[in-house]
């Protein structure tokens, strides 16, 4: 009897493991078949909570799919349900909560299991097992119900004039750190692992934003780094011979079969690297020459060369200087542009200094008008303005012109003109204010929502 529910169990356990590492390629049609196909091979042979587990795969690979395509972001319509993904994994809880539950009631009051049932595939200790397993999966699916709370505050977040970083990065610790201990059965290793992959892209994700905010280049370009090695890490794992021949560039994004949520971590952290690239231009470029520089932009896919943009507005608009400039004022362990030894201090920075340019060109400061721009910038009579649109302002005494527009809570986007220019002048204005809301990356967020 022991050597028949040890033989069943090892048959049961393959067969998951079979269909649970088609979810780790994203292959959720194949598992669907495949469990649809053993539980019709085992109808008359398999227990009852082996005939219920793999009807719950199946459901958990459809459901699975969906949640992976966003399809519980798109747009609510009439007739059309709250949301399905959401409404699948809250069956598919009560499904597996009951199977897991069940536990109890096949234990007799003396400690010894109940000898109802099949004898094979139903034995008691093969079931014990099964249950044991549809219990981590009620785990597991109320991660993804606490993931789809996150996306959905993302998305809402995303039509903010800027996105509260820090309240998201909060929120989703959490969801992390509540799951890290959950659904670690060995069996479910290939969904424990792409739920790892999923938070911790994100949280390193966010956490280059942040650190982008308060111009830190190290702890900027170690998260982007950490978010690069682990989706490198993750598309190891999901590749398969029919997503070897895709590359990151412009053409895996465009004919990618794999799903859109895995495609736009891809996406974000190319735009991210882009805003990298823009905010510590003069630090990289001292590290590289300018060919190098736009080839690294262009490896990127989906990327923006900022630095080239900036520089065609420059010379189409005949700007005399456009500029990034940071409030470092108040900033903890502000250390100033590039790398610094981490226990080297600095006074804090007064007066003008206390207003860096993060970048300018052309590559000379505008020192002999940095006063003024120092003066717009700090004007928090100005600062609702700053945030919903490009302010424009003309200096009579020396005929100067001043478009400015706020990016971060602390970096404000400043174009100077040596003339005087209209206030309604679409070009400059256009330019200025898709410049900044592109680097606030709202759209990169916003994206995640399906056409």
């Not at 795969?57 to 949301?83: D, H, P």
């Not at 702890?219 to 978010?227: N, Y």
């Not at 981490?342 to 993060?358: N, Q, V």
Request: net charge positive.
């Amino acid at each position: 009897m022991a050597s028949s529910t040890k033989h069943s169990s090892d048959h049961e356990e393959v067969i998951l493991q079979g269909l649970l590492a088609h979810f780790s390629n994203f292959n959720y049609d194949k598992a669907k078949e495949h469990a649809e196909k053993e539980r019709d091979t085992s109808r008359f042979s398999g227990s009852t909570v082996w005939q219920s587990l793999l009807t719950c795969v199946t459901q958990l690979a459809a459901t699975e799919k969906l949640y992976m395509n966003l399809s519980f972001l798109t747009a609510k319509g009439f007739l059309r349900k709250e949301s399905s993904v959401r409404a699948s994994y809250e069956l598919l809880n009560v499904e597996l909560g009951e199977l897991g539950t069940e536990k109890k009631k096949t234990v007799s009051n003396n400690g010894n299991a109940s000898t109802g049932g099949p004898t094979s595939s139903g034995s008691p200790g093969c079931d014990g097992i099964l249950r044991h397993l549809c219990s981590h999966l009620v785990l597991f699916i109320k991660a993804r119900l606490q993931m789809i709370v996150f996306y959905e505050r993302l998305i809402e977040m995303s039509v903010c004039r800027l996105m509260n970083f820090e309240e998201l990065l909060s929120h989703l610790i959490d969801v992390s750190a509540k799951n890290s201990r959950n659904f670690h059965h060995p069996l479910l290793t290939p969904i424990k692992t792409g739920f790892t992959y999923e938070c911790d892209i994100l949280i390193h994700l966010l956490r280059s934003q942040i650190e982008m905010q308060c111009w830190r280049f190290l702890p900027s370009l170690l998260h982007l780094h950490d978010a690069h090695s682990k989706l490198n890490s993750w598309h190891t794992l999901v590749q398969s011979k029919e997503t070897k021949k895709y590359g990151f560039g412009s053409s895996f994004l465009k004919s990618s079969p794999l799903p859109a949520l895995y495609q736009w971590f891809w996406q974000a952290k190319a735009a991210f690297v882009s805003k990298f690239s823009l905010y510590f231009h003069e630090t990289l470029a001292a590290q590289s020459s300018p060919a190098d520089m736009k080839a690294l932009i262009s490896r990127q896919g989906q990327a923006c060369d900022y630095v080239s943009k900036i520089q065609s507005f420059q010379r189409r608009s005949d700007a005399a200087s456009v500029c990034l400039v940071f409030e470092a004022a108040g900033v903890e362990d502000y250390q100033g542009a590039g790398y610094h030894h981490p226990e080297e201090s600095m006074p804090p920075p007064k007066g003008l200094d206390s207003y860096p340019a993060i970048f300018t060109y052309p590559p000379t400061k505008p020192m002999d008008r940095w006063p003024s721009i120092v003066m717009r910038v700090s004007d928090r009579s100005n600062e609702h303005d700053l945030l919903d649109r490009v302010v424009h302002f003309y200096d009579q005494q020396v005929g100067s012109t001043y478009f400015l527009c706020r990016v971060e809570p602390r970096i404000t986007f400043v174009a100077v003109f040596d003339a005087k220019k209209s206030e309604k002048d679409n070009y400059i204005r256009d330019f200025v204010y898709d410049l900044v809301m592109q680097l606030r990356c709202n759209k990169v967020f916003a994206n995640l929502k399906p056409k």
